[in-house]
C-alpha cells in the first residue's frame, strides 16, 4: 500500500493517519464544548470554525449525555478488539442490527454476528432520542 492510499475495509488508511485516535461525533461535540468555555475569546474566524463543527456535531451526534459519551468509549475500548475507525463509526451510525453494522462498516465482516450484537445492544441502551 502507498502512503497515498487508503483500504477501509482493511483498516489501512496511510502512514500519516497510522495510530490515531478517531472520534465519534459525541466527542467531538464535548471537546468543542469545552474549548468554546475555556477559551471563549478566540479570534473571530477561529470561533466561527468551532462553533460550525459544534453545531453540526450537536445535530448528528447520537449520544447527548456526558457520562454515556465516556461510557461508552470505555466499554468499546476495553471489551473489543475495534479498530478506532470503527468504533467512532459504530456510534455515528448506530447501526441496528449486526447485518447494517457490517454493511456500513465492511470491515466488521471478521466478527461473529452475536459479538456485534452485543456492542449494538450495548450502543442502544445509551441513544438520545430527540423530536
Known amino acids: 500500500m502507498s ?4 483500504d477501509i475495509e482493511k483498516l489501512e488508511f496511510g502512514k500519516e493517519l497510522n495510530g490515531i485516535k478517531c472520534l465519534n461525533l459525541s ?10 468555555r475555556t477559551y ?4 473571530d474566524e477561529a470561533h466561527t470554525l468551532i462553533k460550525a463543527a459544534y453545531d453540526y456535531s450537536y445535530k448528528f451526534g447520537k449520544i447527548k449525555n456526558r457520562a454515556s459519551v465516556m461510557l461508552i468509549r470505555e466499554a468499546l475500548d476495553e471489551t473489543t478488539k475495534l479498530h ?12 441496528r442490527t449486526p447485518d447494517e453494522a ?7 465482516s471478521r466478527l461473529p454476528n452475536d459479538h456485534i ?7 442502544e441502551s445509551h441513544r438520545t432520542y430527540s423530536t
Open 3 to 6: 502512503d497515498d492510499n487508503f
Open 27 to 36: 466527542e467531538l461535540r464535548l471537546l468543542l464544548e469545552d474549548r468554546m
Open 40 to 43: 471563549p475569546s478566540s479570534s
Open 84 to 95: 478506532e475507525f470503527e468504533i467512532a463509526s459504530l456510534v455515528n451510525l448506530l447501526p
Open 102 to 108: 457490517k454493511s456500513l462498516i465492511p470491515s466488521l
Open 117 to 123: 450484537e452485543r456492542i449494538i445492544i450495548n450502543l
